[in-house]
């Protein structure tokens, strides 16, 4: 259960890189200043070293076998989750509003561009992250 975990949390890794990636190249740091984005980028940012941050104990987690690293990457990944959740319900209104064609690219939110199965693809694993690495500190499964 612990290397199942450690593939969900890279693939989700993956995910929110490439997301993260779309929002900087459409220019979402630049429009924290004029308040198009509505995504703030410390939330971005937080959500994004955090979960580097607990998959990174994981990983130190897999090699010494110590329950303490896995309930401090469980630890880790509480508060990247409420940020997730946070981000999801900021991007739900900027996904129904689409775009009109006419609105300039400047306009429009960086985040209009993460394509759909891409977020929920990074949720799903995500969930299942925080499911498999819960049950590991657990116990349950084995190691």
């Known amino acids: 259960m612990d290397i199942a975990a450690l593939v969900t949390w890279l693939i989700t890794a993956l995910g929110g890189f490439f997301m993260l990636g779309v929002w ?19 939330v971005l940012f937080g ?9 990174v104990v994981w990983i130190v987690y897999l090699a010494v076998d110590r329950t303490a690293l896995a309930w401090t990457a ?5 508060p990247v989750a409420l940020l997730g959740f946070f981000m999801l319900a900021r991007w739900l ?3 129904r509003a689409g775009t ?11 985040e209009r561009h993460f394509p759909v199965p891409v977020v929920i693809g990074h949720g799903l ?6 499911l ?12």
């Open 24 to 42: 900087i190249r459409h220019g979402g740091v630049r429009q924290q200043r004029t308040g198009t984005s509505r995504l703030p980028a410390p």
């Open 47 to 55: 959500h994004f070293v955090l979960a580097a941050a607990g998959l």
């Open 74 to 78: 469980f630890g880790l990944l509480v």
């Open 93 to 95: 209104p900027v996904l």
């Open 100 to 110: 009109t064609g006419t609105t300039a690219d400047a306009e429009t939110p960086a």
């Open 125 to 130: 694993f995500a969930v299942a992250t925080v």
């Open 132 to 143: 498999l690495v819960l049950l590991t500190a657990l116990g349950v499964g084995g190691s």
